[in-house]
């Protein structure tokens, strides 16, 4: 299988306690083996019971499931997250703060068309594919990464912040020790921005939007 991720060169923090770049780059490679082991059987069981169906609500964005059969299991990433009391509390900059959740993404195309997303997590020491969709954040992070990724799409990091409901791609430049992001778009909803995700933004235009968001989020649960 063909597969690469987001962050090579931070493979050594890419997981809490896998404390060596080989023993990251191993259990990199342990999930990409998962995701391509259950997307095979996601497409064997649809292809073989649900011929000449698409199911209702059907998680990938496909006009049959036959379709399934030419479809690839590309590049995968693992999702970060930035803790709700660090963004509050200013605990250091968007970069330093954010933290691998311990999910990974993999990004599903079909004749170069991203159709969807499958997400692998660890239960009980097995890695294995929890769900596929997404087909509208699949399109969106090709389209983001063919901007704003090098060969090896080493300069990105997918964040999710929760609590603030807003997806970013941070992005080091390849000249200087900058870092900016691309506000996905649930990010430019919360920003009210009208701009495509090619747009990038210095981290003072986000912090006090993300900021907001939050507490407004958790002000709406008390």
Do not use: C
């Not at 923090?13 to 490679?29: I, N």
């Not at 968007?94 to 969807?116: H, K």
């Not at 995700?197 to 912090?207: A, R, V, W, Y």
């Amino acid at each position: 299988m063909r597969y690469s991720n987001f962050a090579s060169p931070l493979l050594a923090l890419l997981l809490a306690g896998a404390g060596t770049p080989a023993l990251a780059q191993s259990q990199a490679q342990q999930v990409a083996a998962a995701a391509q082991r259950d997307f095979t059987q996601f497409v064997q069981y649809n292809v073989q019971q649900r011929a000449g169906t698409l199911p209702t609500e059907f998680p990938l964005d496909v006009d049959d499931v036959q379709d399934l059969k030419d479809a690839k299991l590309g590049h995968g990433f693992p999702v970060y997250t930035i803790d709700t009391k660090d963004l509050l509390m200013g605990r250091g900059d968007l970069r330093s703060m954010a933290r691998p959740t311990g999910a990974w993404r993999y990004v599903i195309s079909l004749q170069g068309r991203a159709i969807g997303l499958a997400t692998v997590e660890q239960s009980n020491g097995r890695w294995e594919v929890t769900s596929y969709g997404a087909a509208g954040l699949a399109r969106e992070l090709d389209a983001a990464v063919a901007v704003h990724g090098n060969a090896a799409r080493s300069n990105l990091r997918f964040i999710r912040i929760y609590q603030a409901m807003a997806d970013l791609l941070e992005v080091a430049s390849p000249h200087d020790a900058r870092v900016r992001f691309a506000p996905l778009h649930s990010a430019r909803q919360m920003l009210k921005a009208q701009e495509g995700g090619n747009k990038l933004l210095d981290q003072g235009e986000l912090l006090e939007p993300l900021r907001a968001s939050v507490r407004s989020n958790l002000d709406a649960f008390r």
